[in-house]
Structures are given as C-alpha cells and as structure tokens.
C-alpha cells in the first residue's frame, strides 16, 4: 500500500493505492491523524487506485469523520471508488456518511 497527501486549496487529498488492511492500515492512521492535528478540516480520500479495502480501512474513515463532523467546515469526501468497492461502501452503509464523488475533479469543485 502507498499513501500520499497534498494540498489543493483547503483540500487535503489522501491518495492510497494497493490493499488498504489490517497489516496496511497503520500508515494510513498516521497521515490521517497528522493531517488532523495540523488543523486539516477538509479531507478528500482519492481511492482510483485502491485495490481492496477491509474493515480496518474503514475504521480510519470513520475516526476522521467522527473528529471532523464537530467542526462547522469538517468534511470527509471520497473518490475513484471501482465498482466492487463501491459495493462494500454501499452494503454496509457508508455510502450514507462520507460524500462520494466519481473523480478528484468533481469532489474538488463540490467540497
């Protein structure tokens, strides 16, 4: 798994590509909450190229939202979700809580 950020705006896009799971998710935790105390409020997670996602990937979504839902101007947006992922966002329900956009571009004009 490789996680990037960057800034665009008040944007920060965390780009993650490969398997996001119990043994990967511990490098996503730590930019995520780096990114939170250094006062990001606006989080756009880019998934175009994550391959599989588990449980333990979904947990570090959740803490995000659950620390950023408090702030005025807190959002969690993600994008390039593929079809199967997609599906588990759907089953369980998280389709509901995170704003999901098709591309980067879109969520960047609309977040």
């Known amino acids: 798994m490789s996680v990037t950020n960057s800034q665009e705006g008040a944007v920060t896009i965390i780009t993650v590509s490969g398997r996001l799971d119990s043994n990967e998710s511990q490098g996503l935790e730590e930019k995520v909450v780096e990114v939170l105390e250094l006062g990001g409020s606006k989080l756009l997670f880019d998934f175009n190229d994550l ?11 959740v803490m995000a939202y659950q620390r950023l839902k408090k702030k005025t101007d807190g959002t969690v947006a993600i994008c390039g979700l593929r079809d199967y992922i997609q599906e588990i966002f759907e089953i369980s329900g998280y389709d509901r809580l995170f704003l999901i956009y098709r591309n980067k571009e879109d969520a960047l004009t609309k977040i």
């Open 51 to 61: 391959e599989y996602i588990n449980s333990s990937g979904l947990r570090i979504l």
